[in-house]
């Protein structure tokens, strides 16, 4: 499995865009990156995935860097809802077990 | 659609008593998993099943076992509990998207044992 390093906390302002990174320098060519999110004391919600290209949802942007060794989950606009740890997890197209590091922890302030 | 639900929300057990955790999704996903979370770290699997009448091993299984009731229902029994197994237990169901599966959790059920 690939090893991701996160930062453990970050904080934002309200209103304002923030920029999650995650290194996964040991990804294989097949791992899919996603990235789950865990409001307080609730389970973790996907969020986005994705392979090579950048990809927009409706909840947030996945860019990703072009050696696939790092990626960025940006939120355009933070909202107090968005106070969560964020998970990055490279997946390959063969499993499907999630595994779980330690995330960054997103605080915002209003 | 209720999503993933598990009951109970609450439980406190005494060492060696047992219990049953449920857990329900109406996604009519094929997939389901057990997690448990510890304070302030990552979840962690216990086990999970890839589709009616089948379970498989995870990461922490010691102590546990499960059963795949049908689609819907995917249950963790506790058979003796320990001090060890106080933790937060989701519950998972899963779908593809895009080539990928995606995890759908339930709200989670907090255990304590005394």
């Known amino acids: 499995d690939a090893k991701t390093t996160q930062p453990n906390s970050m904080e934002s302002n309200e209103e304002e865009p923030v920029h999650l990174p995650c290194n996964h320098s040991?990804?294989?060519?097949?791992?899919?990156i996603h990235w789950y999110r865990q409001l307080p004391s609730q389970g973790p919600e996907y969020v986005i995935h994705?392979?090579?290209s950048n990809v927009n949802n409706r909840m947030a942007s996945l860019a990703i860097a072009e050696d696939r060794k790092s990626s960025t989950l940006i939120l355009h606009r933070a909202t107090l809802r968005d106070a969560a740890v964020y998970y990055c997890?490279?997946?390959?197209?063969?499993?499907?077990?999630?595994?779980f590091g330690g995330g960054t922890r997103l605080m915002v302030k209003p | 659609n209720a999503g993933v639900t598990q009951t109970p929300k609450f439980q406190v057990l005494k060492t060696g008593q047992s219990m049953t955790l449920q857990c329900a999704q109406d996604?009519?996903?094929?997939?389901m998993y057990w997690y448990r979370q510890d304070p302030g770290m990552g979840l962690r699997l216990i086990y999970y099943?890839?589709?009616?009448?089948?379970?498989d091993k995870g990461e922490v299984p010691n102590g546990y076992n499960v059963s795949r009731l049908n689609k819907r229902e995917f249950s963790l029994r506790l058979e003796s509990a320990a001090p060890s197994q106080t933790s937060v237990y989701f519950c998972?169901?899963?779908?593809?998207?895009?080539?990928?599966?995606?995890?759908?959790f339930g709200p989670g059920t907090r255990l304590l044992v005394l």
């Open positions: 994705g392979l090579t």
């Open positions: 996604m009519n996903h094929n997939s």
């Open positions: 099943s890839a589709s009616e009448g089948t379970t």
């Open positions: 997890i490279p997946l390959d197209n063969a499993g499907n077990m999630l595994t």
């Open positions: 998972a169901s899963s779908e593809w998207t895009r080539h990928q599966e995606t995890q759908y």
């Open positions: 040991t990804i294989s060519g097949t791992d899919y």
